[in-house]
């Protein structure tokens, strides 16, 4: 969305006259192109010499009879305002600096969002700009960098000597989005409906006039029919919809539609470190089957702290598989984790700042930043962007809890927003640690499903998250927090095979005397579905039972609702 005062002014002559020579006379400041901005938003529509309202016009009528519009700044409503006032809607807080934003256009005051500020965001949601393509906005958006800092755009706006009129215009056709200011600056990225736009447009030979589609043009095309106006602009043909014109009916959905984002994926530097070990160790294997990618022979080879941790993460992510060979257990990596060793590590912030441009959500200056550094994008996504992204949508994630998720799951409050910074207090002050490891941890958290961490620092649980923190609270939850490899793919894949064959197991139970950690039964089952030593499958049903996810002789409701979590 893109509204200037000048726009407001404009309104309010309509509500006098519809003639746009009489308006252009009293407001003769760039009134052509203010007057096809309001077209393009939804709200006027231009025939002939004459301006008329849209029922959204009509709305944002009353919205600017309610200001007084010489108050206003220049620039009234913009993508970055509206991106502020829907975190404000949805959290309750933004930093001051963004609310004095809200403030100074009498939108939001110290009590949240004004009666104005709710009616704008109440517009936005309910209007639906034009597609309306010009050769110029499509050279423009073809040559622009599709992700990075505002600067960036700027500056290739003014060294190819365009006006601020196509940034406004992709604004306001929701094909470019720009975010709030933090410490870093402020980014942008093309939309989805962007991508499409351009998808679109590659069908026409020679782009030498505009393509508009409005709402009573995509209905009649859905239905089938036509006017001479769309035959002329080649959406239709005597056949009906041509292919041009589903692919710019496909522009037309995808304008402002947010997708669910995904969830970014992260490896570390030792995570990368043991991949490339086992790498190694595949090529002995190939020369000598004796030699098998143990914990002992990735030990020797990968220099890192804690060997076992790193293991359970990459099986987590599906970068490596466990396999019983030779009665040994070992790790192997997956066609995931050698494509991995080839692109190297990344973060979850520098992962964000794609996941939130696909899902038509604007990333911050901080994690475009990131992005960069990790080589994630540079003028649009990398290929080593696009790996990630492939992945964090392909893989299926398995649970794997260190102190700090637990601690984070335990400390965080159902159904609301906190901000960071009182989740890390909350966090410290329950289990102790440093601040950047738990700041770090958040981020970890986030990219294992658990949190959604937002542009303005605020988390919250997502439905995993809920579940998890369930299972957490019905287990023995100091033990879950103070045992270091308590929930991890290993001891999940032991308790869903249970949970899966629970008559078989109610009946091992029923009959056997046992009361230790295991019994033998029950590793004799697990052992025909899953490739593990026993003394893995022991070890596993000892700390299930230990952290209260199974009983002596049953499965608790913790154990069935962490498996149900993932199913």
């Known amino acids: 969305m893109f509204l200037k005062k000048r726009h407001l002014e404009i309104i309010k002559e309509m509500a006098k006259t519809e003639n746009q020579v009489e308006i252009q006379e009293k ?91 709710k009616a704008i965001l109440e517009v936005y949601k309910e209007t639906h700009p034009l597609v309306y393509l010009t050769p110029e906005i499509v050279s423009f958006l073809r040559g622009m960098p599709k992700i990075g800092t505002l600067d960036e755009l700027i500056t290739y706006k003014n060294s190819r000597q365009y006006g601020d009129n196509i940034i406004n215009a992709l604004q306001a056709m929701r094909l470019l989005l720009v975010s709030p200011q933090t410490e870093k600056g402020k980014a942008f990225a093309t939309t989805p409906a962007a991508k499409l736009a351009l998808k679109a447009v590659q069908m026409i030979p020679v782009f030498a006039r505009a393509i508009v589609l409005r709402k009573e043009d995509f209905e009649m095309l859905k239905a089938g029919k036509s006017t001479s106006q ?28 947010r997708e669910e984002k995904v969830l970014p994926i992260y490896i570390l530097d030792d995570e990368l470190a043991v991949l490339k070990a086992i790498q190694e160790i595949e090529g002995k294997y190939e020369k000598n089957p004796d030699i098998l990618p143990t914990y002992k022979e990735i030990e020797k080879i990968a220099k890192v702290d804690d060997l076992g941790e790193i293991l359970h993460l990459l099986e987590s992510k599906e970068l490596i598989r466990r396999e019983l060979v030779k009665n040994k257990d070992t790790y192997w990596l997956t066609e995931w984790g050698r494509e991995a060793i080839k692109f190297g590590t990344v973060s979850p912030d520098g992962m964000k700042a794609i996941t939130y441009a696909e899902s038509g959500d604007v990333p911050i200056a901080e994690w475009v930043i990131q992005a960069k550094k990790e080589g994630l994008i540079a003028y649009g996504i990398t290929d080593k962007g696009r790996f990630y992204l492939k992945l964090s949508k392909s893989i299926k994630r398995k649970p794997y809890l260190t102190m700090y998720d637990s601690a984070i799951l335990v400390k965080m409050p159902r159904k609301k927003y906190i901000h960071r910074d009182e989740l890390v207090k909350l966090v410290h002050d329950y ?92 590793v004799d089952v697990i052992k025909k579905h899953l490739s593990l030593s026993e003394d893995e499958i022991k070890k596993a049903l000892t700390i299930l039972r230990a952290l209260g996810f199974l009983g002596e002789k049953s499965l608790t409701e913790a154990g069935k609702i962490l498996v149900e979590a993932y199913a």
């Open 27 to 117: 407001l003769p400041e760039e009134f052509q192109i203010r007057a096809l901005e309001l077209y393009i938003l939804g709200f006027a529509e231009l025939e002939g010499n004459k301006i008329k309202f849209t029922e959204a016009g009509r709305k944002l009528l009353e919205i600017a009879g309610k200001i007084n519009i010489d108050e206003l700044p220049d620039i009234f409503v913009d993508s970055e305002i509206i991106k502020i006032l829907e975190l404000l809607e949805e959290t309750g807080q933004v930093p001051e600096e963004w609310l004095a934003l809200l403030k100074e256009r009498k939108l939001a005051d110290n009590n949240g969002l004004t009666e104005i500020g």
């Open 230 to 257: 769309l035959r002329d602009m080649g959406l239709a043909d005597e056949k009906g919809t041509t292919e041009l014109g589903k692919a710019i009916m496909n522009t037309y959905e995808a304008m402002g539609r």
């Open 431 to 522: 289990v102790g640690g440093d601040e950047k490891a738990i700041i770090k941890a958040i981020g970890e958290a986030e990219a294992k499903g658990f949190i959604v961490e937002l542009q303005n620092k605020m988390v919250k649980l997502t439905e995993l998250g809920e579940k998890v923190k369930t299972a957490i609270e019905n287990a023995k939850v100091q033990e879950v927090i103070k045992t270091k490899f308590g929930v991890t793919p290993t001891t999940y894949n032991v308790l869903k095979v249970i949970y899966e064959n629970l008559e078989v197991f109610n009946r091992i139970w029923k009959e056997s005397k046992e009361i230790k950690g295991y019994k033998q039964d029950e």
